[in-house]
Nanobody
């Protein structure tokens, strides 16, 4: 079992930055694909970014150039650096740890971007 915990959300003005962190318990962090999703009010959950075990990164088109996903296997933590935030980036950001076909989700952290 893997427990996933996000942190780092908050309120920020448009144009500002936030860094989200995601820790995953257990000894297999290095075998996990880590990802971030978000859910805006009234909308479906959408992919933000994913980083594989080998460090390959994929981003949703709307986040490219503004968001950066990274991981520190020694700290069992994945990060999402978000720059040039826009009001439409507001939502709950969820971290997911994936091993094979099994996903472990965190509880989410709220990000609110004011205009």
């Amino acid at each position: 079992q893997v427990q996933v915990v996000e942190s780092g959300g908050g309120l920020v003005q448009a144009g500002g930055s936030l860094r989200l962190s995601c820790t995953a318990s257990g000894s297999i962090f290095g075998l996990l694909t880590m990802g971030w999703y978000r859910q805006a009010p009234g909308k479906q959950r959408e992919l933000v970014a994913v980083i594989t075990v080998g460090g390959i990164r994929n981003y949703s088109d709307s986040m490219k150039g503004r968001f950066t996903i990274s991981r520190d296997n020694a700290k069992k933590t994945a990060y999402l650096q978000m720059n040039l935030l826009k009001p439409e980036d507001t939502g709950v950001y969820y971290c997911v740890a994936r091993k094979g076909t099994v996903d472990y989700w965190g509880q989410g952290t709220q990000v609110t971007v004011s205009s």
